[in-house]
Each structure stands twice: as structure tokens, then as C-alpha cells.
């Protein structure tokens, strides 16, 4: 259950995790790439050590009792337990009005991802009901999501907008989302997406749609620090490579970090275009080129990927135990969306890491925690269990990290911990 703000201020930020059957730490500061994701740094027969929110040491709890004043500190016997980073859920669309319940049943006979897009379906349902909800409703609906996610672990995430396409929805969802970033023990990364898909009213205007978001709307999301990132969808039929470079490229001269949409139904150039402006992260990747993949490793773009996306639309699966060959860092991500992939599941979404992309379970680690924090650039602050670093802990049941892929969708969690407080516990 999420503990309520009383339970969580008696702990002031204080506490020593003990007795860990093991302490998987992925330490590191900057994004593992290729090899170096298998290492995930696991300590034996340690204990962490949080003051103020942040990791202040490392060591056996005997060496804790003669340093420390333990009455200052809450502590936590985790005997048995494998305690880990906060996950880092760095690509979600958690903020939306209305539901899609029913393009789930027209996938399922058939129906493709851009037919039901091109007749009024899709990312264009969602905008219809997103524009029709208030601002108060979207936080409510936000807050419940969050709630869930925080259940699964998950300590930080990115929040995407681009379920507005227009200015008044667009800054409607972005000041929900800055609302919940203040009010939530998650964290979130605010992303404005204003080109998500060509709104109804601009169909056949692309051009001029892409003038719009970025002359009208783009200046009023920095003048206003509502987000940290811009996001595109660069796809064949919603908007070309030109486009993506147009936007982004102003995005990243106002001061804004720059992620991608980038060839999920098309080998369209969105890996390559992500390579050449230095994004952040390029996310999807399912068509993703052999030369995308090779200059995304070259240029450090974390490729972020999405497999319960590919599963819930019946689509290939990127290439992910091909890119960490190659010497990409990749993350993974839920994608959560009220469309093509309506889950908060951290542990479903490794598995199919694991089964389809055929990543090892310490890669989906790695790419859920250090990877994650890098594909929204907190990887100094997060994303691993460094002195330094916040205190944002997993606890989970089981005595080791296999469980959370191996017991396939289902949440192995007990606690978790936010910046040295804990902020949930399983009934």
C-alpha cells in the first residue's frame, strides 16, 4: 500500500537497510554500454546507509553500529530479500483522458496499428478525450497510475505529453504533469510531445502543424519550464525526418534534451537523425538499421526499448541482444499509454526482454535502473546504489533480482524506498 506523507516523514530521510541476502547495485554514473550491462556490481553480507534522502555509506552493519548513532536512523531488516535501485521508467504516456479499451478487439481480428489510427482511432481517440477533461481530473487519473507504478518499484519515470495537439491541451497536460511531480513520491521527467500524430484539424497541413508546435507552443513549454525534453513521432505517414530535424533542432537550441519515436513501423532514418543531433534517447527502434545501430553505439543515444508494445500490437520485437552486441546502452521502458500498451508491468515487460529481445536478466536489470536513469539524463543523481546518489531502494520478497523476470508479471516488490523514506509496502 502507498504509505501516507506521516508514515513517511517520521523517517526523515534516515535509514539502514541490513542483513540483504544481496545488494545489487549497477553501480556507475554514466549509461553501461554492451558488456559492461551484465555487471550489476552485487554486494554480499553489506548494508546501505541513508541520511537525509542520500546514500551515505556502504559496509557491514557492525561497522554501521560502531560509526553511526543507529537512533538517528529507521532500520529495515531485509534478511532474505534482494534489494536494488529504483526502477527508472523512462518512456510512459501516464497522463490522458479515456480509454481505448476497444482497439484491443480490433487489433485482435486485424487491424493495423495505422488503420485504426487513420480513421479517427489511436493517438486521435485519445486526443478527443484529453481535450474534453479537466486539469484536475487528468491529475486525478495521473495520481492513480503513479500509484501503481510506485507498487512495481519504480522510483522515477518520464511523463510525456502529446495527447492535445494543440496549445491550450498541450500546457493542460504538462501543468498536470508538474502538479503530480510535486505532489507524488515519484519523480518525473516532463517531456512535451506536441507532435505525437497530425491532429484532424491540420490533416494534409503537416507543415504547417510542425510551425505551429514549434513557433506557438515550444516557446511557451520553456518560457515556462514545463518540460526537460521535446519528443517526436518520426514515422512514414505522421512526420517525416525533415520535420523531426526542423523541431528538434529548435527544441535543443531553447535549451530542451531531445528524444525520438523513431522507426517503430518504418525503417524511416529515426535512429540515424537521433545519432546526428546527439539526442538523448531514441525509443521503439523495431526497424531500426544496422547503420542506425551502429551510429546510435558511436554517438552514446541510449536506445530505449519497448517490448510490451510489440507484444500488445503483435509486432516484431527490436533487436536488443543485437544492439548490445554492438555496443549500444539500452534501456527499457513500459511505454504505458491507454492504446498500444496499457501496463505499468515492470516484471512483464523484462520478461519479454528476456524471452523475445533475448536479453539476460541482468541486461533488463541494468537497462531498468543506470540505462533508464541515463534516458532521461539523472544518471549522476539515480538509477544505481552509489554513495551520493538519492536513496531510492527496491525490496523485493525473494532472496535475488531472477524472480522479477522469472515469475512472469507478477509483482515481486515488498517496499519501496524514495529518497530514505519508505513510501510503500506490500499488504
Known sequence: MLLDKQSQITMNGNCIIKNASEIVTCSGFAAKKGKEMSDLGILSDQSLLIESGIIKDVDDYDSFQLAYPLADYTIIDAKNKSVLPGFVDSHTHFVFGGYRAEEFTWRLRGDSYMEIMNRGGGINSTVKATRATSKQDLISSGKKRLDS?????????????????????????????????????????????????????????????????????????????????????????????????????????????????????????GAELAAELGAVSADHLLQASDEGIRRMAESGVIATLLPGTAFSLKEPYARGR??????????????????????????????????????????????????????????KEIGSLDIGKKGDIVILEHPSYKFIPYHIGVNSVEKVIKSGDLVYESS
Open 149 to 269: 507504478m510506485l507498487s512495481f518499484g519504480v522510483t522515477t519515470i518520464e511523463g510525456k505529453s502529446g495527447y492535445g495537439l494543440d496549445y491550450e491541451t498541450e500546457i493542460k497536460q504538462l501543468e498536470a504533469i508538474d502538479e503530480l511531480n510535486r505532489s507524488h513520491p515519484v519523480d518525473i521527467a516532463p517531456t512535451f510531445l506536441g507532435a505525437h500524430a497530425i491532429p484532424m484539424e491540420y490533416k494534409g497541413r503537416t507543415d504547417e502543424f510542425i510551425s505551429f508546435v514549434k513557433d506557438r507552443v515550444l516557446p511557451t513549454v520553456v518560457e515556462r519550464n514545463l518540460a526537460e525534453f521535446c519528443d517526436i513521432f518520426c514515422e512514414q505517414n505522421v512526420f517525416s525526418i525533415e520535420q523531426s530535424r526542423l523541431l528538434l533542432s529548435e527544441a535543443q537550441n531553447l535549451g530542451l534534451g531531445t528524444k525520438f519515436h523513431a522507426d517503430e513501423i518504418v525503417q524511416l532514418g
Open 322 to 379: 543485437y544492439m548490445i552486441d554492438q555496443g549500444c546502452a539500452v534501456a527499457l521502458a513500459t511505454d504505458m499509454n491507454p492504446g498500444s500498451c496499457f501496463t505499468e508491468s515492470i516484471p512483464l515487460v523484462m520478461s519479454l526482454a528476456c524471452l523475445y529481445m533475448n536479453l539476460t536478466p541482468e541486461e533488463s536489470i541494468t537497462a531498468f535502473t543506470i540505462n533508464g536513469a541515463a534516458a532521461i539524463s539523472r544518471e
